[in-house]
């Protein structure tokens, strides 16, 4: 019996989610807002629907199925590993148009063997779309965060920097403005003469006095969100990213990077290439990735036919490592995922919690298969 308002190969669907071991889920379709305010990306903020509760509480029609997945395995207490798989509706703005569509996803907790979980991510994504497409021609493209987090650290900047890089990762607008910036740092202006005193002699006690005088006399203390020791230090941190210049050896070496776009097959190499040629001490990461390359063979995914891009990442703040997607030939995307190892734990797990997933658009692949 079909589905009623969903498409018409969902149950097709569900028995390739059934095959693969997984558990089905819903999720509520009203969600609290702060998970995704806080950890979706700017990008998906932008787009959500919000409301409220009658305490109150902010709410938000359900952007996406990763979070609440999360939120209910944390809340029913189920131990791991567990591979989930859910198909429902989803509510956000699209460019091209449409409020409300159908998602559909596996969601892999809790396997310790990272490099399998991923192999097995990337190819349940193409072998479902292949068995619901047959003889379609697809496009998939892979990146790693995780390795380009350890090239920006290799390059010695402070850490500030370091997360303003990574949070713009996929983001190449973004990227390049920050990089022009590190080019040509812009020094902070308008600030009171002492205060800039006090930072440059390294005065935390004599800054944070300072701030709590100059609160007190606007009556502005009353109201704050932050004390006057965290504005002394991100003051003090914001002075010291707007000093901060990359120098243009090192500004080339991140760029050469950002440029690199091979098969998969030859990334090992290239990465390996790349770190030796720039002095780069990059070995953990890179064991990583070819141990993830590894298993995308022994699952019998060919590594040939990915391709590999250094500056590709997804549009969502709480990726960790492996990013992909999967595209058909007229470049609209037909699924997409990649690691969140910190997401759990970020919505209260106790434990420490690996994690992989994908979705996939259920709307374009019905295109994709009316075309066909």
């Known amino acids: 019996m079909p589905l009623i308002g969903l498409p018409n190969f969902a149950e097709e669907l569900l028995a390739e989610f059934s095959a693969r071991n997984t558990t089905r889920v819903d999720t509520p379709v009203i969600q609290p807002a702060e998970p995704f305010l806080d950890m979706a990306g700017e990008d998906l903020r932008r787009r959500i629907f919000m409301t409220e509760s009658e305490t109150g509480a902010s709410l938000c029609l359900r952007p996406e199925f990763t979070i609440p997945v999360c939120l209910r395995h944390i809340e029913t207490a189920t131990g791991t590993p567990k591979r989930y798989s859910y198909l429902g509706e989803v ?10 569509f159908y998602q559909a996803g596996i969601e892999d907790l809790g396997e310790t063997e990272t490099s399998d979980a991923d192999a097995r991510a990337i190819g349940d994504a193409i072998g479902i779309l292949k068995r619901l ?31 303003r890089l990574v949070h ?7 990227l390049e403005a920050l990089l022009k910036r590190l080019s040509s740092p812009r020094p902070v202006t308008g600030l009171d003469p002492l205060v800039l005193e006090l930072v440059a002699r390294g005065d935390e006690a004599a800054l944070v006095a300072h701030i709590d005088v100059t609160m007190e006399a606007t009556g502005y203390s009353t109201n704050a969100s932050r004390s006057p020791l965290e504005i002394a230090r991100r003051l003090r941190e914001k002075l010291v990213l707007s000093a901060t210049r990359l120098d ?21 190499s290239a990465l390996g290439g790349f ?31 990915i391709n590999y891009r250094a500056a590709f990442g997804r549009p969502l703040d709480y990726y960790t490592g492996l990013v992909f997607e ?4 007229d470049g609209s995307v037909l699924a997409g995922g990649g690691r969140f190892d910190r997401l759990l734990t970020l919505l209260g797990a106790k434990h420490h919690i690996p994690a992989v997933g994908f979705s996939l658009w259920l709307d374009r692949i019905e295109t994709a298969r009316a075309e066909a």
Do not use: I
């Open 133 to 163: 497409l047959p003889g379609r021609t697809l496009s998939v493209t892979l990146g790693d965060q995780a390795v380009f987090e350890a090239v920006v650290q290799a390059l010695g900047l402070p850490s500030g920097w370091q997360k």
């Open 168 to 174: 713009a990762f996929g983001d190449m607008k973004h």
């Open 326 to 329: 999967v595209s058909d030939v």
């Open 248 to 268: 243009d050896a090192a500004m080339l070496v991140l760029k050469e990077f950002l440029s690199l776009s091979v098969p998969l097959s030859e990334a090992s």
């Open 275 to 305: 770190a030796d040629a720039a002095g780069l001490k990059l070995q953990a990461a890179l064991t990583r990735f070819d141990a993830r390359v590894t298993a995308l063979v022994a699952a019998g995914v060919d590594p040939a036919a």
């Open 91 to 100: 509510f956000r703005q699209r460019r091209g148009g449409g409020n409300e």
